[in-house]
């Protein structure tokens, strides 16, 4: 399987939204609604941010959000906060296997 | 609350295998699927395998096939993984992760453990 492709880098200024994108095949994101989005901060582990495509998990803010379209997932981050500022990687499961994007560097301007 | 500790870093030559474990707690062990994912320096995330922890049937990603085996002890709800023939391309950290929603999809990662491959 090879990876998601996401955008190497997205910026925007506080206050601004931005979306991230990810892009699969109809055999991964196409074909399945186990999408998920991880925030990680620079050394520490990843953060579950999205689940089955949009739903999010207790205590993550409600201005993250997740869609899809076809082959391609979707991660909105409404009124951006410089502490947004980190990695984002999507993933996408079929019933046996997982396959996890290129990750996207979100800067704060 | 979950919590996933994982052992401490490792240095191993080429040639060399290395074994990782993953104590959990804060739940009940055998009802989730335990997933683990590394991340070479600088680079992204890659999903490795996961172990059904009740049965302990296991699924490995096609790339470490034959190299990687996950297993696991019941008795003191810990996770193993163990990677031979290791390679300097190996040098990474090692998470697990606990399955917690619907398929593949992690709610709990632990710290990580550093295998750094040098001679």
């Known amino acids: 399987q090879s990876a998601l492709t996401q955008p190497a880098s997205v910026s925007g200024s506080p206050g601004q939204s931005i979306t991230i994108s990810c892009t699969g095949t109809?055999?991964?994101?196409?074909?399945?609604?186990?999408v998920s989005w991880y925030q990680q901060h620079p050394g520490k582990a990843p953060k579950p941010m999205i689940y089955?495509?949009?739903n999010r998990p207790s205590g993550v803010s409600n201005r993250f959000s997740g869609s899809k379209s076809g082959n391609t997932a979707s991660l909105t981050i409404s009124g951006l906060q410089a502490e947004d500022e980190a990695d984002y990687y999507c993933?996408?499961?079929?019933?046996?296997?997982?396959?996890f994007g290129t990750g996207t560097k979100v800067t704060v301007l | 609350q979950v919590q996933l500790v994982q052992s401490g870093a490792e240095v191993k030559k080429p040639g060399a295998s290395v074994k990782v474990s993953c104590k959990a707690s804060?739940?009940?062990?055998?009802?989730?699927?335990m997933h683990w994912v590394r991340q070479a320096p600088g680079q992204g995330l890659e999903w490795m395998g996961w172990?059904?922890?009740?049965?302990?049937?296991?699924k490995y990603a096609q790339k470490f096939q034959g190299r990687v085996t996950m297993t696991r002890d019941t008795s003191i709800t810990t996770a193993y993984m163990e990677l031979t023939r290791l390679t300097s391309d190996d040098t990474a950290v090692y998470y697990c992760?606990?399955?917690?929603?619907?398929?593949?999809?992690?709610?709990?990662w632990g710290q990580g453990t550093l295998v750094t491959v040098s001679s």
């Open positions: 992760a606990r399955d917690g929603y619907t398929y593949g999809q992690i709610d709990s």
């Open positions: 109809s055999s991964d994101v196409g074909g399945y609604n186990y």
């Open positions: 804060g739940y009940t062990f055998t009802d989730y699927y």
């Open positions: 172990i059904n922890l009740n049965s302990a049937v296991t």
């Open positions: 993933s996408s499961s079929t019933t046996s296997s997982t396959v």
């Open positions: 089955d495509v949009s």
